[in-house]
């Protein structure tokens, strides 16, 4: 079988098992010609059991309007909501603290975020999310 050549590659952020066809997936998918609710369907099939999380997915866009797609994991902001319980960060990180990561919590969530981040240590990993936090008005237990 000769190998499909790619069209294009994009990049959407819905809610897992929630994906519409409504813009900004509608409008990105339907210029390439791709059906949509196809799209729609298969996410949501696949990320029924992460509802409420924001779920990046890389869609592969072939010549022939055909499609494959990789599920990503969800930005380390709406993990570490995710970890404090918390609706929002803080509009004032700097002034206003909304909640407090313990070092597990930090630990945790970079090595579940390892394999999408550029660290090469868990150590590294842990600072860059420990920044994440910061920049969000969480504090971050040493």
Do not use: C, W
């Amino acid at each position: 079988m000769a190998k499909k050549k790619i069209k294009t590659v994009i990049k959407v952020f819905p809610m897992g098992g929630a994906a519409t066809p409504a813009p900004p997936i509608g409008p990105a998918l339907g210029q390439h010609g791709v059906n949509i609710m196809e799209f729609v369907n298969q996410y949501n099939k696949q990320t029924q059991d992460k509802k409420g999380q924001k779920v990046p997915a890389e869609i592969t866009i072939y010549e022939d309007r055909t499609f494959t797609f990789v599920l990503k994991l969800p930005p380390v902001s709406e993990m570490i909501k995710q970890e404090l319980k918390l609706k929002l960060g803080s509009g004032e990180p700097n002034k206003t603290k909304v909640g407090k990561l313990t070092r597990a919590q930090l630990e945790k969530i970079a090595t579940e975020k390892m394999p999408d981040l550029s660290a090469s240590t868990l150590e590294a990993a842990m600072k860059t999310v420990a920044g994440t936090a910061r920049s969000m008005g969480v504090e971050v237990e040493n």
